[in-house]
T-cell receptor
Framework: GAVVSQHPSRVICKSGTSVKIECRSL??????MFWYRQFPKQSLMLMATSNEGSKATYEQGVEKDKFLINHASLTLSTLTVTSAHPEDSSFYIC?????????????FGPGTRLTVL | TQLLEQSPQFLSIQEGENLTVYCNSS?????LQWYRQEPGEGPVLLVT?????EVKKLKRLTFQFGDARKDSSLHITAAQPGDTGLYLCAENSGGSNYKLTFGKGTLLTVNP
C-alpha cells in the first residue's frame, strides 16, 4: 500500500523559533499534498493544499506567511511554522494523493507533534 | 463547504457491547469515507461509500450509506478494546484536488 512518512514525529521548540516538518510519499508520486492541524480530541482541520511546482492554496483563516509550504517534488512537501508560539502547539498531519488510478484517495502520514514552549 | 455532523461526540462502552455512530449532512454527499485514528497517529481509511443504500462490511464493522446519500452510519458488533479510537467521517468534495472535509469525530473508548 501507499506509504506517507513525516519527519520529525515530535519536536519541541522555544517560542519565536521556526520549525520545518517534512512529508514524503515513499512509494508513489503525489499529485497533491494536504496539510492538516489537529488539536486534542478534535477533528482534522485542513490548513492548505499544495500541488507540485505551484503555490499552496490556504484555507480561510490560515496565515500563509506563518505556515510556509513548499512542494518541491512529487514526493516531498514541507511545512515551516515560522516564529512559532505556544498557540501553534498541535498535531500536524499531512496526506498525499496519488497520480494513479483516479487519485481520489488520500494517504495520511503518522503526524508530527509540535510543542512550543 | 459541506457541514458534517457526527454523533455521538464521545462514547464509552464495555467490551462486547454493540454501538452505532452517525454522520449526517444537510446536503448530498458525492462520496463518503470513514476513518479510524488512534492517538498519536494519522487516520486510516476504513471504507468509501458511493452509492445510496450501499452497505459494506469489514469484519465486525458495518457501514451504511443512506438512500438519499445525506447520512451514513457505522455499526460495530461486539466491540473490543482494540476498537478504541477516533472515528471520523469525511466527504470528498470531488473538485480537482479531491479535498476532504471531516466531521468532528466520535471518540470511542472500549473498556475491558
Amino acid at each position: 500500500g501507499a506509504v506517507v512518512s513525516q519527519h520529525p514525529s515530535r519536536v519541541i521548540c522555544k517560542s519565536g523559533t521556526s520549525v520545518k516538518i517534512e512529508c514524503r510519499s515513499l512509494d508513489f508520486q503525489a499529485t497533491t499534498m494536504f496539510w492538516y492541524r489537529q488539536f486534542p480530541k478534535q477533528s482534522l482541520m485542513l490548513m492548505a493544499t499544495s500541488n507540485e511546482g505551484s503555490k499552496a492554496t490556504y484555507e480561510q483563516g490560515v496565515e500563509k506567511d506563518k505556515f510556509l509550504i513548499n512542494h518541491a517534488s512529487l514526493t516531498l512537501s514541507t511545512l515551516t511554522v515560522t516564529s512559532a508560539h505556544p498557540e501553534d502547539s498541535s498535531f500536524y498531519i499531512c496526506s498525499a494523493r496519488s497520480r494513479l488510478a483516479g487519485g481520489r484517495e488520500q494517504f495520511f502520514g503518522p503526524g508530527t507533534r509540535l510543542t512550543v514552549l | 463547504t459541506q457541514l458534517l455532523e457526527q454523533s455521538p461526540q464521545f462514547l464509552s462502552i464495555q467490551e462486547g457491547e454493540n454501538l452505532t455512530v452517525y454522520c449526517n449532512s444537510s446536503s448530498v454527499f458525492s462520496s463518503l469515507q470513514w476513518y479510524r485514528q488512534e492517538p498519536g497517529e494519522g487516520p486510516v481509511l476504513l471504507v468509501t461509500v458511493v452509492t445510496g443504500g450501499e452497505v459494506k462490511k469489514l469484519k465486525r464493522l458495518t457501514f451504511q450509506f443512506g438512500d438519499a446519500r445525506k447520512d451514513s452510519s457505522l455499526h460495530i458488533t461486539a466491540a473490543q478494546p482494540g476498537d478504541t479510537g477516533l472515528y471520523l467521517c469525511a466527504e470528498n468534495s470531488g473538485g480537482s484536488n479531491y479535498k476532504l472535509t471531516f466531521g468532528k469525530g466520535t471518540l470511542l473508548t472500549v473498556n475491558p
